[in-house]
């Protein structure tokens, strides 16, 4: 489950808005966002980019660490570019 809604709320940004920044359209996003339709990770990226966000704070369950962290690795997703890291709190 995505927490687009609840960001776009967060950042004071309209489903327009996002979909502006996307290149997309607003019916797109909302589809999104209700989860009526799903998108690729590369979209998932375009849209943590444009709401200036972690790609992983675009989840359910997702909370922000208070705690230190260090970097133990990273992650490249083949074919994009994406690239994820792999923290751990101390």
């Known amino acids: 489950m ?3 809604k609840e960001i776009l709320k967060e ?3 309209s489903e327009q808005e996002l979909a ?3 290149g997309v359209t607003r ?3 909302n589809a999104i966002v209700k ?3 799903s998108c690729s990770l590369d ?3 375009k849209i943590a980019k444009a709401l200036d966000a972690p790609i992983i704070s675009l989840f359910d369950g997702y909370q922000e660490s208070t705690k230190p962290q260090k970097l133990i690795g990273t992650i490249k ?3 994009s ?3 994820l890291q792999v923290m751990m709190a101390m």
């Open 81 to 83: 570019d994406i690239v």
């Open 11 to 13: 950042k004071k940004m």
């Open 27 to 29: 019916q797109y996003v």
């Open 20 to 22: 502006n920044k996307l």
């Open 43 to 45: 979209t998932l990226a």
């Open 35 to 37: 989860e009526r339709s």
């Open 77 to 79: 997703i083949p074919n």
């Open 2 to 4: 995505l927490r687009l």
